[in-house]
């Protein structure tokens, strides 16, 4: 069973631009999640979709957002990027949701250079 | 205070080495603790879970919880080279109770095994 896919793998853009990173979860994973990664503040989740809907958000700004679609597929977008935004970006999906023991399964990520 | 505090090292040992990595949570509440491992460009792997109190053996792996200090240890006995990775502390449980999709990290610890 092919695991998670993330593209791009690398991707440089400059301040102010936008970018949008997609995830192809595990077949028959409904849920993904999203994690962004940097050497200062370690994993920190983003957000997360099961069946088309946020359930789930944390601690970034608005300019972070996300969806999925039918196919369980998700991309995240981050407008007016930042500095501060460069880092590895990581979907993770996972078969049950809402269970404290499902597990996550993650991407090999993306990672994000803003000049 | 965060919630899962993880020391980054790094730490450098010699294979054969017995491995004691580490972290203190906050959160009394938690009771499910999983210990991920992520290797240089690639996304983390559920390495093993542990629930509530004790010790859970898998191979060379030991993940031990206690829970009156509120301390996760994860053991590696004889540390091979191939141990060489990140390790990362996580708990499914947010703040607010069960959160979906959401696991929170610790730092994460760098280790090394050199020959």
């Known amino acids: 069973k092919a695991g998670v896919t993330q593209t791009p793998r690398y991707l440089i853009k400059t301040r102010g631009q936008q970018v949008t990173l997609s995830c192809s979860p595990i077949?028959?994973?409904?849920?993904v999640s999203w994690y962004q990664q940097t050497p200062g503040q370690g994993l920190q989740f983003l957000f997360e979709?099961?069946?088309?809907?946020?359930?789930n958000k944390g601690n970034f700004p608005g300019r972070f957002s996300g969806r999925q679609f039918s196919n369980s597929r998700s991309e995240m977008n981050v407008s007016t990027l930042e500095l501060g935004d460069s880092a590895l970006y990581l979907c993770?999906?996972?078969?049950?949701?809402?269970?404290?023991?499902?597990?996550?399964?993650f991407g090999p990520g993306t990672r994000l250079t803003v000049l | 205070q965060k919630e899962v505090e993880q020391d980054p090292g790094p730490l450098s040992v010699p294979e054969g080495a017995i491995v004691s990595l580490n972290c203190t949570y906050s959160?009394?509440?938690?009771?499910?603790f999983m210990w991920y491992r992520q290797y240089s460009r690639k996304g983390p792997e559920l390495l093993m879970y542990?629930?509530?109190?004790g010790n859970k053996e898998d191979g060379r792996f030991t993940a031990q919880v206690d829970k009156s200090s509120k301390y996760i240890s994860l053991f590696i006995r004889d540390s091979q080279p191939s141990d060489s990775a990140t390790y990362l502390c996580a708990n499914p449980l947010g703040a607010g109770g069960t959160s979906y999709g959401k696991l929170t990290f610790g730092q994460g610890t760098i280790l090394t095994v050199h020959p």
């Open positions: 979709y099961f069946s088309e809907t946020q359930r």
């Open positions: 993770a999906s996972s078969l049950a949701p809402g269970l404290m023991t499902d597990t996550q399964y």
């Open positions: 542990t629930y509530s109190s």
């Open positions: 077949s028959g994973h409904r849920s």
């Open positions: 959160n009394s509440a938690f009771q499910y």
